[in-house]
């Protein structure tokens, strides 16, 4: 039976005969045209990279920032509609400081990526517009060690070793799974992300791009922290010489 029509993507609470909910893919689609945004998990850290787009040279670099903190120990990479990203950072943070006030502790991890997931499902149920993002959560303690959740338009949450997602997705995830994330330090995951945003990049169509990056881990005391420009330039640098590198061998 066709799902293709008038009436079946007017809202999300309308399901298609074969099941679907059009303003959900509608969604997710939004994430998939967005910069590549990956997320490795090592044995001592978490580090989060996303292509961000300067629309105009006349942004500052720390416009439209990708990687913020929820709190001071959980990460936030964000990928899609950048409005829609601010909102569930507000809503995230909120619920951390909520959390924070009433047991005097800082909220888990896993506990603040299923709040955020059902704040997020909410908007799949009525006459709400759902959010066009993905949402990375990444946290790092000496009881749990590295932790990372991805939430996606649909409300669904997932812990990953490493995931991607973006317009180069498939092509990311491609190159993560070629690496052994365990064995690798927290310096190497950096060098290796900006390798694989550099990589996947469509050179004819991504032109102004800026890789911006965060970790949390064993070095930083568990706190995410973005990564300081000048490691990300020379991580840039060390991932273009061995793209070279690996070029030159295959001829």
């Given at each position: 039976?066709?799902?293709?029509?008038?009436?079946?993507?007017?809202?999300?609470?309308?399901?298609?005969?074969?099941?679907?909910?059009?303003?959900?893919?509608?969604?997710q689609?939004?994430?998939?045209?967005?910069?590549?945004?990956?997320?490795?998990?090592?044995?001592?850290?978490?580090?989060?990279?996303?292509?961000?787009?300067?629309?105009?040279?006349?942004?500052?670099?720390?416009?439209?920032?990708?990687?913020?903190?929820?709190?001071?120990?959980?990460?936030?990479?964000?990928?899609?509609?950048?409005?829609?990203?601010?909102?569930?950072?507000?809503?995230?943070?909120?619920?951390?400081?909520?959390?924070?006030?009433?047991?005097?502790?800082?909220?888990?991890?896993?506990?603040?990526?299923?709040?955020l997931?059902?704040?997020v499902?909410?908007?799949?149920?009525?006459?709400?517009?759902?959010?066009?993002?993905?949402?990375?959560?990444?946290?790092?303690?000496?009881?749990?060690?590295?932790?990372?959740?991805?939430?996606?338009?649909?409300?669904?949450?997932?812990?990953?070793?490493?995931?991607?997602?973006?317009?180069?997705?498939?092509?990311a995830?491609?190159?993560?799974?070629?690496?052994?994330?365990?064995?690798?330090?927290?310096?190497?995951?950096?060098?290796?992300?900006?390798?694989?945003?550099?990589?996947?990049?469509?050179?004819?169509k991504?032109?102004?791009?800026?890789?911006?990056?965060?970790?949390?881990?064993?070095?930083?005391?568990?706190?995410?922290?973005?990564?300081?420009?000048?490691?990300v330039?020379?991580?840039?640098?060390?991932?273009?010489?061995?793209?070279?590198?690996?070029?030159?061998?295959?001829?």
């Amino acid at each position: 039976m066709s799902s293709i029509g008038t009436g079946y993507d007017l809202a999300a609470a309308t399901f298609s005969p074969d099941g679907r909910i059009f303003q959900v893919e509608y969604a997710q689609k939004a994430v998939d045209n967005s910069g590549t945004m990956i997320a490795v998990r090592g044995k001592t850290g978490v580090v989060t990279a996303v292509d961000k787009v300067i629309a105009s040279k006349l942004y500052l670099s720390t416009t439209n920032a990708r990687v913020a903190n929820a709190d001071t120990h959980v990460g936030m990479a964000m990928a899609g509609l950048y409005p829609d990203c601010r909102s569930l950072l507000d809503y995230a943070v909120g619920e951390a400081l909520d959390y924070l006030k009433e047991y005097r502790t800082p909220m888990p991890t896993h506990q603040l990526a299923s709040k955020l997931a059902e704040y997020v499902h909410m908007f799949t149920l009525g006459i709400s517009r759902p959010f066009g993002c993905a949402i990375f959560l990444s946290s790092w303690d000496k009881m749990k060690g590295a932790q990372l959740y991805l939430i996606e338009p649909s409300g669904l949450s997932y812990e990953y070793r490493a995931w991607a997602v973006g317009k180069h997705r498939q092509a990311a995830k491609t190159e993560i799974e070629k690496l052994k994330l365990t064995d690798l330090s927290m310096d190497e995951l950096v060098k290796e992300a900006a390798r694989i945003i550099i990589t996947v990049r469509d050179e004819t169509k991504d032109k102004n791009v800026q890789i911006e990056m965060g970790w949390v881990g064993e070095h930083t005391n568990g706190k995410h922290q973005l990564i300081p420009d000048d490691v990300v330039k020379a991580a840039e640098e060390w991932a273009k010489a061995k793209i070279e590198e690996d070029e030159n061998m295959d001829e």
